[in-house]
């Protein structure tokens, strides 16, 4: 069986009541910006603090959570985000510095 996922689909998706609870509407798309801002919250509570206390961490995501991380920790810009380029399915090494910024990305 194929499900095939229109824009009706996705909008009723957005309205689904078992979703009430949460107080919010769900978004039929998400930008860059949005995932970021999803994502750094759970980075500074769970996955940073990990980091400081010497302990490594493996992370698996899509490509916008990763591109938002890349984002992040090197501090590139707006601009220069769509340059980034990394395989899907792909693995790559981040070695951060004390203040879990960056220091080097291997692919």
């Given at each position: ?19 009430d ?17 999803r ?69």
């Open positions: 069986m194929v499900l095939k996922i229109c824009h009706h689909n996705l909008k009723e998706r957005q309205h689904d009541r078992r979703y609870r949460l107080g919010v509407k769900i978004p039929l798309s998400e930008s860059l910006e949005m995932t970021l801002q994502l750094l919250p759970y980075w500074q509570d769970h996955i940073a603090p990990r980091l400081i206390d010497g302990h490594n961490q493996l992370l698996f995501a899509h490509g916008s959570s990763l591109r938002a991380l890349i984002k992040y920790l090197d501090g590139i810009s707006d601009n220069d985000i769509d340059k980034v380029k990394f395989q899907m399915a792909s693995q790559f090494y981040i070695a951060l510095v004390i203040t879990l910024m960056s220091l080097k990305r291997l692919l």
